[in-house]
Structures are given as C-alpha cells and as structure tokens.
C-alpha cells in the first residue's frame, strides 16, 4: 500500500461540502483515509479574481498506481460537476496529488510531486497539520520547512 497526500479545494456553492463530499467520494473508490486537515480559507492563487478558496489535505493508503490514483481524482472531480474553463479558475472540486509515497515522476500528464506544492500557501498550510516531517523528495525538505520559507510565486 501506498502513502498518498491528496490536496483538496473548492471554490464554487458551499465550499466547505464540496471538500467533505469529495472526501467521502474518495473513501467510495477504496482509497484509506488516514489523515484529514483542517479546513483552510484562502486567497486564489494564479487568476485573482474569483471567489476565496477552502483548502486542506488529506493522507491516505492505496493500492492503486500513481495514473490509477489520477485517473479515479479526476473521474471524482468530473462526477461532482467540475468543468475547465479557465486555468487556475474557478472550481467546484480540485483534487491534487502531492506526494505519493516518496515516487519521482516527471510526465506531460503526472507530475509527483506536484510541481508547484512548494509555492502554495494554501498547500502547505494544510499539508503541514497532517505530515510536517514529510520528506520532500526532490527538495529534500520537510513540508514544514518548506512552509516556513518565505511564499514566492
């Protein structure tokens, strides 16, 4: 089994309960919730102009590859209603593989760990409740390091 770190937002309608039933939705695909953050408000990050967001994280076990564990974010994201429209845009659910184990991948479609993690507040605020000795493998620094530095984006 696989330790995974999934961030979660929301934007769109009731915020707060797009971000509980996606968790909810995500137990339903066999995915072992472990951890759950605490719900965060926080600003947009990339277009500004849009409603504030709710983040948090979760920590979970499974045994699906990292493009099965995508592949059933994105079936969950597309079955609560959201649609791309604009980059970085408004959202009803976004769903975000952050770590997968201590897994390196570097493909057009999959990126582990998420690329920009390290440069999003609204990432590792959450993130670090959960798992703040979470070795970044790349970086090789812990989440809560890498919140403590300051936010560049």
């Given at each position: 089994?696989?330790?995974?770190?999934?961030?979660?937002?929301?934007?769109?309608?009731?915020?707060?309960?797009?971000?509980?039933?996606a968790?909810?939705?995500?137990?339903?695909?066999?995915?072992?919730?472990?951890?759950?953050?605490?719900?965060?408000?926080?600003?947009p990050?990339?277009?500004?102009?849009?409603?504030?967001?709710?983040?948090?994280?979760?920590?979970?076990?499974?045994?699906m590859?990292?493009?099965?564990?995508?592949?059933?974010?994105?079936?969950?994201?597309?079955?609560?209603?959201?649609?791309?429209?604009?980059?970085?845009?408004?959202?009803i659910?976004?769903?975000?593989?952050?770590?997968?184990?201590?897994?390196?991948?570097?493909?057009?479609?999959l990126?582990?760990?998420?690329?920009?993690?390290?440069?999003?507040?609204?990432?590792?605020?959450?993130?670090?409740?959960?798992?703040?000795?979470?070795?970044?493998?790349?970086?090789?620094?812990?989440?809560?390091?890498?919140?403590?530095?300051?936010?560049?984006?």
């Amino acid at each position: 089994m696989a330790i995974v770190y999934i961030g979660i937002g929301s934007n769109i309608g009731n915020r707060r309960a797009n971000c509980a039933k996606a968790i909810e939705e995500l137990k339903s695909k066999g995915i072992t919730v472990e951890k759950i953050s605490s719900m965060h408000e926080t600003e947009p990050w990339g277009l500004k102009e849009q409603p504030k967001f709710i983040n948090m994280a979760v920590e979970a076990e499974t045994s699906m590859s990292p493009e099965e564990l995508l592949s059933v974010l994105k079936c969950v994201e597309k079955n609560m209603g959201r649609e791309d429209a604009v980059k970085w845009g408004p959202r009803i659910i976004d769903l975000d593989i952050l770590f997968y184990d201590d897994v390196v991948i570097n493909m057009e479609h999959l990126q582990i760990p998420h690329p920009l993690l390290h440069k999003r507040d609204f990432v590792l605020l959450p993130l670090s409740e959960i798992a703040p000795d979470k070795l970044h493998p790349v970086l090789k620094k812990t989440v809560i390091q890498l919140k403590e530095e300051p936010a560049c984006d």
